[in-house]
């Protein structure tokens, strides 16, 4: 479908339409239009924009793999099909390894996904051997590998579910969210979550860590300064805002 670059909704439409093209391309699952859909929906709560406490926690999260030993980054489709490019860009600047975790796995999907995200970034992903079990998830959602996700320190989990991010927290990681809804699990779990749309919140957490591993005090001042907790509350604050006066902010 051509979308016309005069319309309201253009950059949504086009996302919209490379999803679809990537659930037929077997990147992204069915299931994962919908969580585009629950993302999309929190976006337009929060203005279509990154908000101050969005930019707080990229600061925050920058300042989180500067000091960190051994990051990682974990991709799923939907991560993979919205932002291939920036992922690298961040995993190269912050020296993190990217692993694939797939919601709905099948090794025909997870060869897919890999192959997609090492054309993409010009990196090689962990993910095709799964030798590690993340305690206390049932399924084939616990499989990680033990190389990359089991033996970080810290760990960012763009558009991850629930289940995952808490039995992340149970075993010791700290974990940076990506994630739209500031109600989820997944933020609720974290030790900073950005409420922010992934593509906007990337480039600004590589353009922090470019400023802040040149000075790694200043990252731990950061982190020292920032609230998961309240920044989630000022989100919640400002949508409540937001929805009582449409045009204020
Ligand atoms: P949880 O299990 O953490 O309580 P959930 O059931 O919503 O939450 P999923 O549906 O597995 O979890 O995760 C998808 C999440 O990703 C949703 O919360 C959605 O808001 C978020 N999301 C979807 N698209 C984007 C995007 N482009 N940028 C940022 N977040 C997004």
């Not at 005069?6 to 391309?25: C, F, I, K, N, Q």
């Not at 939907?78 to 099948?106: P, Q, T």
Request: charged share 30%; proline share 3%; with cysteine.
């Amino acid at each position: 479908m051509r979308v016309s670059e005069d319309h309201p909704r253009y950059r949504s439409l086009v996302t919209r339409e490379r999803m679809a093209e990537m659930v037929a391309g077997g990147v992204v699952s069915v299931t994962g239009l919908i969580a585009h859909g629950r993302g999309e929906a929190f976006d337009y709560l929060l203005g279509e924009r990154t908000t101050p406490e969005a930019e707080g926690a990229e600061m925050a999260a920058a300042a989180l793999l500067v000091l960190s030993e051994r990051p990682i980054i974990t991709v799923n489709g939907n991560a993979a099909a919205l932002a291939v490019k920036e992922l690298g860009e961040l995993a190269r600047i912050s020296d993190a390894m990217l692993e694939v975790n797939l919601f709905h796995r099948s090794d025909e999907r997870m060869e897919k996904v890999c192959a997609f995200v090492e054309a993409g970034t010009g990196e090689q992903v962990l993910g095709r051997i799964q030798d590690g079990i993340l305690e206390g998830i049932a399924s084939d959602r616990a499989r990680c590998c033990r190389s990359g996700l089991m033996a970080a320190d810290v760990v960012l989990i763009p558009l991850e579910d629930g289940d995952r991010a808490e039995a992340m927290v149970r075993v010791g990681k700290k974990i940076i969210s990506i994630d739209l809804n500031p109600l989820s699990r997944t933020s609720q779990a974290a030790t900073v979550a950005v409420v922010d749309e992934l593509t906007r919140a990337l480039p600004n957490i590589s353009a922090w860590v470019e400023k802040l591993r040149k000075d790694p005090k200043e990252a731990g001042r950061v982190l020292t300064n920032f609230d998961n907790r309240k920044n989630l509350t000022s989100v919640l604050d400002r949508i409540c805002h937001h929805l009582r006066e449409p045009s204020s902010d």
